[in-house]
């Protein structure tokens, strides 16, 4: 039989922008997950509790919010891993226009994604009896396919403090456009080029490769590492580095 | 760009909701990189007790001049290590892991993550003098150069000379094996630097056999970069006390062959 405890919830409530935390008391079970507790408290306390939620399996990216302060997905995170001595603190993410209690717009991720280039496709390798062919090694797929595993649950667009304390959503597009712009990029069979919109229209510099991106990320992506730093660095080829530009004028 | 409204009210600097004990890493940063900066930059003003016998260094390493030349200005004391320290100074500072490290420690831009800032206004790395850090991979090309010089002064620390007879032997000393950890524990961090992961085959979308071999070394190594990064850097400095305290007399050096 699964033990249970009592827990308390504190929930920021309210409407576009104006509330404030409201506490709930109530009985937890055993392999419980906080947007469980959520949808309890909706059930039974307050049943006109905003929360946005889909899968409850971590992959619809719906359920981001704040719980203990941190970005993370309520359904994937497990009251077991949670001081439940104390309140349990559950508040929309930050960095985005607020709508009511755990729910915020996040339409603004969706404009910023249509700026963005989309694939090029690069000329056929060769033209077989099906037509034109393109051939790729998987290894050299792996890098941009790791980007691919993103929800868009916008955590890391929450937790980057350009945008969550600077506000600087006109200038940074923040690590999930930019991990999109890297699989595009990195892509073997794309020929576009975004780095010059990276550069000056998409504001890779503002990036001072904190982590905290890659820290909340419930896909575990190597957002620094394996997109931001690889772009800056090609940013860098094209921009700052003058013996890249002799190369390229011998070349 | 498209812009939004203003979200939930903007927090002051160290507010958060985070219960854990997120100024913990930081403060250790701080501590950690402000004891290297100061202990650094008094040894390399001393200009004195940096070889002992065999040993040179790493502070001092290439030792381009062991006397003040008449260029050098009379306001600065006269040390050897001023002339080549900028360059795996730069190489740290330019670092991608030591500038997210230090701008949180030291600038709390932001001090850890989803905490408060106390500043307003933010350029990042697009304007002068942050535009530098763009700088990385050149201070790179002189930190793999160094890597060679102070392999070699690890080599140097074996041979011993005798002072009666002069004769030079062969021998291993503690300082030996502490010269020798040295360049291991740096070659793991600037093999594993984010500039030359991209310089050996990241900025290609397709990379050949040698460069995808290259490349994926330099990656196991890169996944360490931040062990890599502080355990060599108090190794120089570990390095450099020991070379010192045995000079000045206070420590002797334990000779094991």
């Excluded at chain 1, 970005?71 to 349990?88: A, E, F, G, Q, S």
């Excluded at chain 2, 763009?134 to 074996?158: E, G, I, K, P, Q």
């Amino acid at each position: 039989m699964a033990t249970t405890s009592q827990a308390t919830f504190r929930i920021w409530r309210g409407e576009n922008n104006k509330g404030g935390y409201v506490d709930f008391s109530l009985e937890v079970e055993e392999g419980m997950v906080v947007l469980d507790a959520v949808h309890r408290i909706q059930a039974t306390q307050a049943t006109d509790l905003g929360v946005r939620w889909n899968c409850k399996a971590g992959k619809c990216g719906s359920c981001s919010a704040e719980i203990n302060g941190s970005p993370k997905l309520m359904c994937m995170t497990r009251l077991n891993t949670l001081d439940l001595t104390k309140p349990v603190t559950v508040e929309p993410m930050r960095t985005f226009p607020h709508v009511k209690d755990l729910v915020t717009d996040v339409s603004w991720n969706f404009t910023v994604k249509q700026r963005i280039p989309p694939f090029q496709r690069r000329p056929p390798d060769s033209h077989g009896p099906d037509g034109p062919q393109w051939r790729v090694r998987q290894q050299d797929v792996d890098r941009p396919q790791e980007f691919r595993k993103c929800i868009e649950c916008f955590l890391c667009q929450d937790v980057c403090h350009v945008l969550r304390e600077h506000h600087m959503h006109d200038k940074f597009i923040g690590p999930r456009f930019i991990i999109h712009a890297a699989q595009l990029e990195m892509n073997p069979l794309d020929d576009g080029n975004r780095l010059e919109a990276l550069k000056d229209d998409f504001g890779i510099g503002y990036c001072n490769i904190t982590k905290c991106c890659t820290k909340v990320c419930p896909e575990g992506i190597h957002i620094t590492d394996n997109a931001i730093i690889p772009l800056k660095e090609r940013v860098v080829d094209q921009f700052y580095d003058p013996l890249q530009k002799l190369f390229r004028i011998f070349k | 760009m498209s812009t939004i409204d203003v979200p939930l009210t903007k927090r002051g600097f160290g507010r958060t909701q985070r219960p854990d004990l997120w100024w913990v890493t930081p403060l250790f940063v701080f501590l950690g990189l402000g004891a290297f900066v100061v202990y650094s930059t008094w040894a390399a003003f001393q200009g004195d007790f940096y070889r002992f016998g065999p040993y040179l260094s790493p502070m001092y390493s290439p030792l381009l001049l062991t006397s003040r030349p008449g260029w050098w200005p009379v306001w600065i004391p006269f040390s050897a290590a001023l002339l080549i320290l900028w360059a795996p100074g730069g190489f740290r500072v330019t670092c991608y892991y030591y500038r997210g490290a230090y701008y949180k420690a030291f600038w709390a831009d932001p001090a850890a993550c989803a905490v408060g800032e106390p500043r307003k206004s933010y350029w990042g790395e697009r304007t002068f003098p942050l535009i530098l850090q763009n700088s990385h991979r050149f201070f790179l090309y002189l930190a793999l150069l160094f890597l060679v010089l102070l392999a070699h002064d690890a080599w140097n620390a074996m041979w011993f000379t005798d002072p009666v007879t002069g004769a030079i032997t062969f021998g291993i000393g503690l300082g030996t094996i502490i010269m020798i950890v040295n360049p291991i524990l740096l070659g793991g961090y600037t093999l594993g630097c984010h500039s030359l992961r991209h310089l050996v085959g990241g900025r290609k979308d397709v990379m050949g056999g040698a460069s995808r071999k290259t490349y994926d070394c330099v990656s196991c190594l890169n996944r360490r970069h931040m062990t890599w990064a502080w355990f060599s850097l108090f190794w120089v400095m570990f390095t450099d006390i020991y070379i010192r305290l045995c000079a000045m007399g206070i420590w002797h050096d334990w000779r094991i062959h």
